[in-house]
């Protein structure tokens, strides 16, 4: 079992920026992929970014755009996801989410029902 916690969400206005944080417990980043998805009130919840095992492939919606970067730290059991020129059609719910020991070090998962554990969310607002 691998219990995920985010954090670092807020109230930002548009155009600035956010850091999320996702602290694991439970089992070790090393065998997980990572994504990042959000769900805003009404919606599907959608792909954000997502980061191998290894640490070293990325993935991104496509309306990130260059805007958003996600890293992890396998030794620290941590994954972030860098936010920039945030929109006000951005502000949702972001939910950190593992996958484990399913996929080769080189794989990035986009698709949430490959996902088995998650995170609480957290709130991530941007003002006009």
């Known amino acids: 079992q691998v219990q995920l916690v985010e954090s670092g969400g807020g109230l930002v206005q548009a155009g600035g920026s956010l850091r999320l944080s996702c602290a694991a417990s439970?089992?070790?980043?090393?065998?997980?992929?990572m994504g990042w998805f959000r769900q805003a009130p009404g919606k599907e919840r959608e792909f954000v970014a997502g980061?191998?095992?290894?640490?070293?492939?990325?993935k991104y919606g496509n309306f990130v755009k260059g805007r958003f970067a996600i890293s992890k730290d396998n030794a620290k059991n941590m994954v972030d996801l860098q936010m920039d020129s945030l929109k006000p059609e951005e502000t949702a719910v972001y939910y950190c989410a593992a996958d484990m020991d399913k996929f080769s070090p080189s794989v990035v998962v986009t698709a949430i029902y490959e996902y088995d554990y998650w995170g609480q969310g957290t709130q991530v607002t941007v003002s006009s």
């Open positions: 439970g089992g070790t980043l090393s065998r997980c992929g």
């Open positions: 980061i191998s095992r290894s640490g070293i492939f990325t």
